[in-house]
Each structure stands twice: as C-alpha cells, then as structure tokens.
C-alpha cells in the first residue's frame, strides 16, 4: 500500500488509535506484524507466502545460529545466508541471468518443455521489497552469531525462542520499512521492541519528517517524473538546453524520491514508538566521494560496509587490495539497485571514482614533498571546497544517467547531445524543471545551515541572482497558468519567497561563524512553524501525479 495513496490517509490513524488502544501492551507487536503483513498482501498477494517464509526461516535461523552451546551455529548461519541470497538471486536476477546466457544456447533446441520452463520462469514478477527485507535478514544472522549479547541471547538472560521468533517477524515485516528501507540492523531494533505508550508519541519530530518526506515526494518528485518523462524514450529530439534541464531534473527528481519515502517512514516509526536510522544527510552538498557515500542511501551504505566490504578486507591489506575492494562492493552495490547490467555500470562508476579519490590521497601522504601532492593537498582546502562541491554533484549527475537510460550506449549519446549548439529548446516546462531542482538545492541548506560556507555568500547569490529568478517565475506561471495544475504556480512564488525570508537575515552583516549560524538556527527554528504550513498546503493542493517510489523497483 502506497504511502501516498489514499487508502493509507485513512488506514493509518485507525492503525494508529487501535495500536494504543489494545488492552494489552504485549498485544502490540502481534497487531503490527498482522498489518505489515496485510498492507503488504493486499499490493503484493502473490509474494505474501515468500514474505512469510523469509520472516519464519529467519527467526529460526538465526536462533540457532546465536546459540553458544550449539556446534551446528556457524552451520545454520550458512544456511540462512546461502538460503537468503538464492531465493533473491532467483526472483530478482533470472532474466539477467537468462538473457546473459541467451546466446551461448545453453538449453538444446529440441527441449521444448525446458524453453517452457525458462519462459514462465522469467514471467514471475520482481517482489517489491525482496532486495530491502533480503538485507535485513542477513544482518540479523550474521549479528546474531557474531555478537549474540546484542540480540540478547547471552548466559544471563536467555531469550526463548518464541519471544525471538516474535520479534524477527516484526523486525522484518515493519510496514514503515519493510519495501523501501532504511535498513536497519537488529542490534538497534530489537532492544526498542517493548510496550509503547499514547504519551510519549515524539508528535513534533514526528509532524516535521512526514510533512517535509511527503512534500520531496509529492510535490517534488512526482512533479519531477512528469517534467523529465522524456528521458523514458523521447529525449532523441530535445535540444541540448532541455535535455540539461531533464538530467538536472532526474538528479532533483531521485534524491526527493528516495529522502521523501525515508523521511515518511521515519515520521511513521515514531508515530509508532520506534526510531529508524536516518538515511540521507544532504548527499548533493557532499566534497568528495567517499562523503557523499557517507550522506547517500547510508544505511545501504553501512550495510556494504559492514557485511562485504570489512569481510573482502577492507583497506587492510594493501593499497591494491583496497582499490579492488572498493570497486567490487561497489559493482555489487549497483547491482542490488537493479537486475540489469547498466546498474552494474552505475556501481563500477563510483567505484572507480572512489579508488581514484583514495589512489590520489595515498600518493599524496607517501610523496608530500612532490608538486603533484601538495596540488592534491591544496585542493582539499576549504577554498576550494565550492569546486569540490560542484564536481561531485556534477560527477553523480552524469552517473544517473545509468539509472534512467536503457543502455550505455544511450548515455554516451546523450551526453553528447549537451554539447549540442543547435537551437534552443528550452520553455516553461524546463524552467519549471530548473525551479524544483533549485528547491532540491535550497532543501540541503534548510535542513543542513552548519555547511562550513560562508552564510553571506548564500545571501550574495539569491539577491544578485533576482533577475534569473523574476524570468524563472514568468515562465512557470505562464506554463502552469495553461496546465492541468494551475494551483502548482503557488510553488513558483513561495519557493522565492521563502528564500528571500530565509535570506534577509543574513543581510545583516552575519558572517559565517558560529554567533551567526546559531542566530541563523534561531531564525529558523521561528519561522519553522509557517514553513511546515506552506508545504503542508502545497502537498494538498500542487502534488503532481501519483507514482510509485522509485526504490520499489529494487
């Protein structure tokens, strides 16, 4: 059941009244792990019986494997990582496996129920969720042997198996979480797992990531799938400035797709009692690459860590070692976004970009006295931390290209045509675009003010930028003035307005340190209130068509 969907606005606050209404608080996490699995039958019916059999493999797995005593434990963690990784290879892989081994014939041509097979085999749908609840199964085997005392199965206090059992159901059939993360690992969910009381709901924590998740989704992103719809096959005749606007659009477009249905499912756990990691940190603000993989997906990104990487590992056995590390959990990582080779790609593409990033630091702190590492060190400064900050974005920008665009081939031909001088394209529409990017943007400085940039500099650039941003609202206006959406040309304006609110304190003669960035916060902290107002009204009345979450795809 769609976030988004109707059927959820009212489902959830009669979820929500009857969970802390129960007339026993142990009755709780029965009552959540019956709706996780009935929000995810009522959308996914076919793939209920797969679901359930991951939670009940998993529960027993995994006490088993956390039993000091029992010298099968590593055994039966084998078996529930093996198990895990074929039922995911095998739902989500089969038509990348099938298709790569196509043209080497490997079934006979006379095998005609073996082609029959193969062809009902690759009709069966990919199950939303698979690669998210897959994840977390893992995580729990593993922590449950390696570290049992987290989990708490140590000596002291023994958990029974139905009390574990329970709680690896809720663990992984959590609605909030359960098709499109955050990750969580059991060691932070498990102890949170207790009697949740009316009063202690965190409402205003709660209130801010829900309205700020639905306004990325909503407003933002959906908006953004129509604008750049294009690029889903009818880029070829669009002018070099429009397809500039669809590529920043789509940059714009997945990260308020992602950090929104993070966002929401954080506001929901809270509702609920219970905490989820944070999953994005302001990745596009990020100076390097290793940074932004800090900022991105970085639950994925600790789970990579923590499950592949420190097990091929790590940066412990040499410098070449390392590279090969980063660039293999890296293809591996673009390979669970999706089952097809130009995720692999996407994967290979910051992997490389982080082993030349680690490369070039090694050499500089193995030859410091050469010219070439002191340029190195003088780039890291934060003079030229701006630079840094453009070419990273600009390198992932092109690196989504891999995610929307069918082939390689596609990519490399639409980046040529951004170098294209034929005659310009560009209307409304693209201005438009270049608005909900902006938004994008502006959302990194609301949410992060502690940037360690010079908070004049943000002033300078809004005012001195007046005249692009007056011809930026015309152009909207007059595009949606003709539309189906006209209430979405408020987005125009307010966008404008609020930064010019948010700015004018700055003009003050604030610079920035820390006297400033603590009024800076104070001002927001004011004015938070009616900012939650607006993008409340705008999800009502400006969100663009529905669609589903981009992750469900994976």
């Given at each position: 059941?769609?976030?988004t969907?109707f059927?959820?606005a009212v489902?959830?606050?009669?979820?929500?009244i009857?969970y802390?209404?129960?007339?026993?608080r142990n009755?709780?996490?029965?009552?959540?792990?019956?709706?996780?699995m009935?929000?995810?039958?009522?959308?996914?019916?076919q793939?209920?019986?797969?679901l359930?059999f991951?939670?009940?493999?998993?529960?027993v797995?995994?006490?088993?494997a956390?039993q000091?005593?029992?010298?099968?434990?590593r055994?039966?963690?084998?078996t529930?990582?093996?198990?895990?990784l074929?039922?995911l290879?095998f739902?989500?892989?089969?038509?990348?496996?099938?298709?790569?081994l196509?043209p080497?014939?490997?079934?006979?041509k006379?095998?005609?129920?073996?082609?029959?097979v193969?062809?009902?085999?690759?009709?069966?749908?990919?199950?939303?969720g698979?690669?998210?609840?897959?994840?977390h199964?893992?995580s729990?085997?593993?922590?449950a042997?390696r570290?049992?005392?987290i989990?708490?199965?140590?000596?002291?206090?023994?958990v029974s198996?139905?009390?574990?059992?329970?709680?690896?159901f809720?663990?992984?059939?959590?609605?909030?979480?359960l098709?499109?993360g955050?990750?969580v690992?059991?060691?932070s969910f498990?102890?949170q797992i207790?009697?949740k009381?009316?009063?202690?709901?965190?409402?205003?924590?709660?209130?801010?990531?829900?309205?700020?998740?639905?306004?990325l989704?909503?407003?933002?992103?959906?908006?953004?799938?129509?604008?750049t719809?294009?690029?889903?096959?009818?880029?070829?005749?669009?002018?070099?400035?429009?397809?500039?606007?669809m590529?920043l659009g789509?940059?714009?477009?997945?990260?308020a797709?992602f950090?929104?249905?993070?966002?929401?499912a954080l506001?929901?756990?809270?509702?609920?009692?219970y905490e989820?990691p944070?999953n994005?940190?302001m990745p596009?603000?990020?100076?390097s690459?290793?940074?932004f993989w800090?900022?991105w997906?970085?639950?994925?990104?600790?789970?990579?860590?923590e499950?592949?990487?420190?097990?091929?590992?790590?940066?412990r056995k040499?410098?070449?070692?390392t590279?090969?590390?980063?660039?293999?959990?890296?293809f591996l990582?673009?390979?669970?976004h999706?089952?097809a080779?130009r995720?692999?790609?996407?994967?290979?593409?910051?992997?490389?970009?982080?082993?030349?990033?680690?490369?070039?630091k090694?050499?500089a702190e193995?030859?410091?006295?050469?010219?070439?590492?002191?340029?190195?060190?003088?780039?890291r400064?934060?003079?030229?931390?701006?630079?840094r900050?453009?070419?990273?974005?600009?390198?992932i920008?092109?690196?989504?290209?891999?995610?929307?665009?069918e082939?390689?081939?596609q990519?490399?031909?639409f980046?040529?045509?951004?170098?294209?001088?034929?005659p310009?394209?560009?209307?409304a529409?693209?201005?438009?675009t270049?608005i909900?990017f902006?938004m994008v943007?502006?959302?990194?400085?609301?949410?992060?003010?502690?940037?360690?940039?010079?908070?004049?500099?943000?002033y300078?650039l809004?005012?001195s930028?007046?005249?692009?941003?007056l011809?930026m609202?015309?152009?909207?206006?007059?595009y949606?003035t003709?539309?189906?959406?006209?209430?979405?040309?408020l987005?125009?304006?307010l966008v404008i307005?609020?930064?010019?609110?948010?700015?004018?304190?700055?003009g003050?003669?604030?610079r920035?340190?820390?006297?400033a960035?603590?009024?800076?916060?104070a001002?927001?902290g004011?004015i938070?209130?009616?900012?939650?107002?607006?993008?409340l009204?705008?999800i009502?009345?400006?969100p663009?068509k529905?669609?589903?979450f981009?992750?469900?795809?994976?």
């Open positions: 059941m769609l976030f969907s059927r959820f489902a959830f606050p009669l979820i929500l009857i802390y209404l129960l007339p026993r009755w709780q996490v029965v009552f959540l792990v019956i709706v996780g009935l929000m995810y039958g009522i959308e996914n019916w793939f209920f019986l797969l359930s991951s939670a009940v493999f998993t529960g797995t995994s006490y088993l956390s000091p005593e029992r010298p099968t434990r055994g039966w963690l084998v529930g990582v093996v198990t895990s074929i039922i290879i739902f989500k892989y089969k038509g990348l496996i099938f298709s790569s196509a080497l014939n490997f079934l006979p006379d095998w005609t129920s073996a082609h029959q193969c062809a009902a085999i690759l009709l069966l749908p990919l199950p939303v698979i690669s998210f609840y897959t994840f199964a893992i729990l085997l593993v922590d042997h570290r049992p005392g989990l708490g199965f140590d000596r002291m206090a023994r198996f139905p009390e574990h059992f329970l709680k690896t809720l663990y992984i059939t959590f609605f909030p979480q098709v499109a955050p990750i690992k059991g060691a498990y102890p207790s009697p009381k009316w009063r202690d709901i965190p409402w205003i924590p709660a209130a801010r990531a829900l309205i700020w998740g639905y306004f989704k909503m407003v933002i992103a959906d908006n953004l799938q129509e604008l719809a294009p690029l889903d096959g009818k880029w070829h005749s669009s002018p070099a400035d429009a397809c500039w606007a590529m789509y940059s714009a477009q997945i990260f797709d950090a929104g249905y993070s966002l929401i506001g929901l756990a809270k509702l609920l009692g989820l944070q994005f940190n596009y603000i990020s100076a690459f290793s940074d800090r900022r997906h970085m639950s994925l990104s600790l789970w990579l860590r499950y592949l990487y420190y097990p091929l590992g790590g940066n040499g410098r070449l070692r590279y090969f590390n980063l660039m293999i959990v890296m990582g673009g390979l669970w999706g089952p080779w995720f692999a790609i996407w994967g290979l593409w910051h992997g490389a970009a982080l082993a030349c990033e680690k490369m070039l090694d050499f193995r030859h410091p006295d050469l010219l070439f590492s002191k340029l190195i060190e003088a780039v400064t934060p003079l030229f931390k701006p630079l900050v453009l070419f990273v974005f600009s390198f920008t092109v690196g989504w290209l891999f995610f929307r665009l082939s390689t081939a990519v490399w031909e980046l040529g045509k951004l170098l294209d001088h034929g310009s394209g560009c209307s529409v693209h201005t438009l270049y909900f902006f943007i502006l959302f990194h400085f609301l949410k992060d003010p502690a940037l360690g940039i010079n908070l004049r500099e943000l300078f809004g005012y930028a007046t005249p692009l941003l011809g609202m015309i152009q909207g206006f007059q949606l003709m539309s189906r959406s006209k209430t979405l040309s987005i125009v304006w307005l609020l930064y010019y609110a948010l700015a004018s304190p700055l003050l003669g604030l920035g340190n820390d006297d960035r603590h009024k800076f916060e001002y927001i004011r938070e209130p009616y900012l939650l107002g607006v993008l009204f705008l009502f009345f400006s663009g529905q669609n589903a981009i992750y469900f795809q994976f």
